[in-house]
Structure formats: structure tokens, C-alpha cells
Nanobody, 126 residues
Framework: VQLQASGGGLVQAGGSLRLSCAAS????????MGWFRQVPGKEREIVAIISWSSTTTYYGDAVKGRFTISRDNAKNTVYLQMNSLKPEDTAVYYC????????????????????WGQGTLVTVSS
């Protein structure tokens, strides 16, 4: 699966952005998808994960209640709706696909993801 993330940009605190991740490849619909973010000098962290069927989702504690992950398997695209953005959300955001097919979103770690997009920068000003 090849992934292309887009939608990043500069936004004021309290604002919203929607990231998109377009996938190519026939197995997108059977793979879990995740959004991760990384700040220079810090480890990459899980933002949100969605199962292949959209049945289960997982959110990192820092974004619960503010971000929503969704996917459209017909369009081979996964989305991250980010609301009530804070300056601490500033990071490069990456989308990724799981190595294995199927499964839930609850038991995944970064090691379960094997295909990564190029990243899109989100900057939240105070």
C-alpha cells in the first residue's frame, strides 16, 4: 500500500483541519489505518487508529474528544478531522497502514504498521 497524506497547514488555536490520506493498492480496504505525529526531537506518537471495517477506533489521550478518524474504503482514503486545535498539536502528521489484514484498532502499536506516507505538517499558532 502506498500512501499520500495531505491537508496540513497553519491554523489558529481553536480552529479545525481535516487531513486526508489517499492509498493505492488493492488491499487498503482490509488493513487497519493509523495517524501518527512527530515533533522534532521527540518520539512519534499514535494519534488515532481505525480498523479495516471502521468498527473499532482508538485515540491517543491527547486528542480524545477533539479528533475523529474515519475512512472511505470506496475512495481508498482515510481522514483525520481535527477540531479545537492547540499549539501542542503542532507536528508532522503521518498516515500508515497495518502490516497484517483485518483485526481491531485496540491492540495496535507502531510496530504493527508497515506502510507510511510522507507526512504533512500541521502548525497551530497561539
Amino acid at each position: 500500500v502506498q500512501l499520500q497524506a495531505s491537508g496540513g497547514g497553519l491554523v489558529q488555536a481553536g480552529g479545525s483541519l481535516r487531513l486526508s490520506c489517499a492509498a493505492s493498492g488493492r488491499t487498503f480496504s482490509t488493513r487497519g489505518m493509523g495517524w501518527f505525529r512527530q515533533v522534532p526531537g521527540k518520539e512519534r506518537e499514535i494519534v488515532a487508529i481505525i480498523s479495516w471495517s471502521s468498527t473499532t477506533t482508538y485515540y491517543g489521550d491527547a486528542v480524545k474528544g477533539r479528533f475523529t478518524i474515519s475512512r472511505d474504503n470506496a475512495k481508498n482514503t482515510v481522514y483525520l478531522q481535527m477540531n479545537s486545535l492547540k499549539p501542542e498539536d503542532t507536528a508532522v502528521y503521518y498516515c500508515a497502514a497495518t502490516i497484517l489484514e483485518y483485526g481491531s484498532a485496540w491492540d495496535k502499536s507502531e510496530a504493527d504498521f508497515g506502510s507510511w506516507g510522507q507526512g504533512t505538517l500541521v502548525t497551530v499558532s497561539s
